[in-house]
């Protein structure tokens, strides 16, 4: 059960007093709050957790000091989509907005290489009126002997080059906690001229401890990548872990299943899924087309197997892609051969608009015909 308390309750008021008093005293709860600081106002919910079913809802909600109520199910109890809940789906982050019902694209360097290469990247993406881009800095390879990124070496470059250009928030993996602070330390040393998303690779889904730390921060917001070889339940308990520590600025990304079922493509792409987890969850939902498919290449209709299966996340709401392009592909040191060339940007921009024009088209449908306040 979540008790939402009335906006910027006063902590020292006889309002907040009764209610917290009136919880204290039941001995198989207990309370956890969580304090949202928006720019508007605060919120502070709190958690209750035991034996809630002894509790009765509409005597809590009686109390001046609550807003509302809502019950959880067992699962998900932050991240999760309740009854009756009316809690805010979606997050600004330096000025960009993360949500459910919106679109945006990451579009760059699976990992940095050389500052030419992140400038001509990031250049056209300004040209091209995007303001996000994805750049790896700390990679996790298979292999001991593979390049394993340029680390904190390069972010002052890639920090300076993206307020040079306009780009407003980088989408970055890391490893290991360390690395915010070296993040968070480049930052500060260029004059914070940008944001970043903290990405969490499918190889560190399950990483417990880095989750945990991850999301006792609440500078960045999270990418958690789904694990590429667990349950949907077990990812999204992993986002459940990284909202329990009480960062909720997190989105959700598919990224395919590692299985030899989805051969040729690197991996089983899991698009279907992009409804299922707006169904379970508040999270925006990610789509991460270049290491589903892994390759360029193209069908018999001209387009890319990448193209079709991003119009196929898109077409079905996504609300973020991650994809990877490279100046020239031949020379990246990672994942060159699924990366799309610059000069390509256009037509996949062009061809992801198409498909979001048709969502949109189609959740316009739905709810003029009442399909939608079935779903609730
Ligand atoms: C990446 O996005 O660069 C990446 C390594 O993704 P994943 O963790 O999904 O393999
Ligand atoms: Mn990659």
Do not use: W
């Not at 932050?78 to 805010?88: E, S």
């Not at 999204?236 to 600025?249: H, V």
Request: with cysteine.
């Amino acid at each position: 059960m979540i008790v939402i308390l009335q906006p910027d309750i006063d902590k020292n008021g006889a309002e907040y007093r009764e209610i917290v008093d009136f919880l204290s005293a039941k001995s198989d709860i207990t309370m956890r709050f969580h304090e949202e600081i928006g720019t508007q106002q605060t919120l502070t919910e709190v958690y209750l957790v035991g034996n809630t079913a002894s509790l009765d809802r509409d005597e809590i909600e009686s109390f001046p000091g609550v807003d509302r109520v809502v019950r959880v199910s067992r699962e998900y109890r932050v991240i999760g989509r309740h009854r009756d809940d009316t809690r805010t789906v979606g997050f600004e982050y330096n000025g960009v907005y993360f949500g459910q019902e919106n679109l945006q694209i990451f579009a760059g360097l699976c990992a940095v290489d050389t500052p030419q290469h992140v400038e001509e990247m990031m250049r056209a993406l300004r040209d091209h009126g995007q303001v996000c881009t994805r750049m790896g800095a700390y990679k996790p390879r298979t292999s001991p002997y593979a390049f394993q990124g340029h680390g904190k070496d390069c972010l002052p470059y890639v920090f300076e080059l993206a307020g040079k250009y306009g780009i407003k928030v980088i989408a970055m993996e890391i490893t290991h906690e360390d690395h915010i602070d070296q993040i968070n330390e480049a930052l500060e040393q260029t004059g914070r001229p940008t944001g970043v998303l903290l990405q969490i690779g499918t190889r560190n889904t399950q990483n417990f401890e880095l989750l945990k730390n991850v999301g006792r921060q609440r500078e960045f917001p999270v990418l958690l990548k789904r694990g590429f070889g667990i349950t949907l339940e077990e990812s999204l308990n992993a986002a459940e872990y990284l909202a329990s520590e009480g960062n909720r600025k997190i989105i959700f990304g598919l990224r395919g299943m590692k299985t030899n079922m989805g051969d040729p493509h690197r991996n089983f792409v899991d698009f279907a899924h992009v409804p299922v987890i707006k169904r379970l969850t508040r999270m925006p939902v990610c789509i991460d087309p270049s290491h589903s498919v892994g390759s360029r290449d193209r069908a018999p209709d001209g387009l890319l197997d990448v193209h079709h299966v991003t119009a196929q996340g898109v077409i079905a709401g996504a609300n973020m892609i991650l994809v990877d392009f490279h100046p020239n592909p031949a020379t990246a040191l990672v994942d060159g051969p699924q990366a799309l060339t610059l000069e390509e940007l256009p037509f996949f921009l062009e061809d992801v608009q198409i498909a979001r024009t048709a969502y949109e088209q189609r959740r316009e449908r739905a709810q003029a015909a009442g399909m939608e306040t079935a779903a609730r």
